[in-house]
């Protein structure tokens, strides 16, 4: 079983930037994919970002040349450097690690707005 636990949501005027982050409570590296999909009210849930067990990296069209995903396999945690921020980046953002199954954290609300 693996938990995540993130951190780093908030209020932020557009055009600012967060960084969220994730923590995979689990002994053992976790080798699989790492990312982050968000959920805008009345939306879907999207992918925003992901980076894969030998670190490539996927991202949303409209977040690309914005937001940057990274990991630290040692400490077993996946990071979002979001820069630029719009409006419409407002969501709920969802860590995700996928092993053998997959888990999902509890999200944290990101709020872009003057």
């Known amino acids: 079983q693996v938990q995540l636990v993130e951190s780093g949501g908030g209020l932020v005027q557009p055009g600012g930037s967060l960084r969220l982050s994730c923590a995979a409570s689990?002994?053992?590296?976790?080798?699989?994919?790492m990312g982050w999909y968000r959920q805008a009210p009345g939306k879907q849930r999207e992918l925003v970002a992901m980076?894969?067990?030998?670190?490539?990296?996927d991202y949303a069209d409209d977040v690309k040349g914005r937001f940057t995903i990274s990991r630290d396999s040692g400490k077993n945690t996946v990071y979002l450097q979001m820069n630029s921020l719009k409006p419409e980046d407002t969501a709920v953002y969802f860590c995700?690690?996928?092993?053998?199954?997959?888990?999902w954290g509890q999200g944290t609300q990101v709020t872009v707005s003057s």
């Open positions: 980076i894969r067990s030998l670190d490539s990296t």
């Open positions: 689990r002994n053992r590296f976790i080798i699989g994919d």
């Open positions: 995700y690690v996928r092993t053998a199954s997959e888990y």
